[in-house]
């Protein structure tokens, strides 16, 4: 019987094989479905299922880093991608979305997950956000999106879904200063994803040289007994 870090290698490894070299939005897509996010979920609750699958895949603790904007100093973080997931899922009080625009009270619906593959065609980041700000309005869309309209829409569906934004409070060690660090979950998470199916398939290829095993056979060693034969083999 395969130990649980076994399970969880083969499952990195079957995910790095369903998104390897794919276009960012199939990548996200295949990191989603292997969350079980569902196609009509909240990009919230989409948030919360990437955050849930890289705690069973790597653990809760998460080494995160941003940039500092002012000088550039790389800050190194660490969160908790278990307690993450728990708070960011939409709260469940069911009060509406809605935005007082021109003396009219529109009612807004949430972004969900499907609505991102639209925004592939969008010539840059705010070009996608008004897309999907707009989106938000149904059949209200046709009301004239000035930005003091998209801030409002944009201040009422954070108020609505607070988990499609993840963001850090942190403060740069070298030059002191403050900011908000937002963490693109997807791509944070297929970093690791990419990174330790990296050096799984670099370590069945020096026991493969080496034992002259298969791959099958290098991935059922236990990982103390396969750290062993690697350094025998000078591979660690």
């Not at 299922?49 to 660490?78: N, V």
């Not at 969160?79 to 899922?89: F, I, K, P, R, Y």
């Not at 997950?113 to 980041?125: K, N, P, R, T």
Request: hydrophobic residues 50%; proline residues 5%; charged residues 20%.
């Amino acid at each position: 019987m395969h130990s649980a870090a076994a399970r969880r290698e083969q499952d990195i490894l079957a995910l790095w094989d369903r998104a390897a070299g794919r276009a960012r939005r199939q990548r996200d897509d295949a990191l989603l479905a292997a969350a079980g996010a569902a196609a009509t979920d909240s990009i919230g609750a989409g948030n919360a299922a990437l955050l849930s699958l890289r705690t069973r895949l790597f653990g809760a603790p998460w080494r995160l880093r941003a940039a500092c904007p002012i000088c550039h100093t790389d800050c190194e973080f660490m969160a908790d991608s278990a307690v993450l997931a728990d708070g960011l899922a939409p709260p469940t009080d069911g009060a509406p979305c809605r935005i007082a625009i021109g003396g009219r009270e529109l009612m807004l619906r949430l972004p969900v997950l499907s609505d991102l593959a639209g925004l592939a065609a969008a010539s840059d980041s705010a070009a996608a956000a008004r897309l999907l700000l707009a989106r938000c309005l149904g059949d209200s869309s046709a009301i004239p999106l000035d930005q003091d309209t998209l801030n409002k829409i944009e201040s009422e569906l954070e108020r609505c879904d607070p988990g499609a934004v993840l963001a850090f409070t942190l403060d740069c060690p070298d030059c002191g200063h403050a900011w908000q660090a937002v963490i693109d979950i997807a791509p944070a998470l297929w970093a690791e994803v990419q990174a330790a199916a990296e050096r799984s398939l670099l370590e069945v290829d020096a026991l493969a040289r080496e034992y002259g095993w298969s791959e099958a056979e290098v991935l059922a060693l236990p990982h103390v007994r396969r750290a062993a034969y690697l350094q025998l083999a000078g591979a660690s």
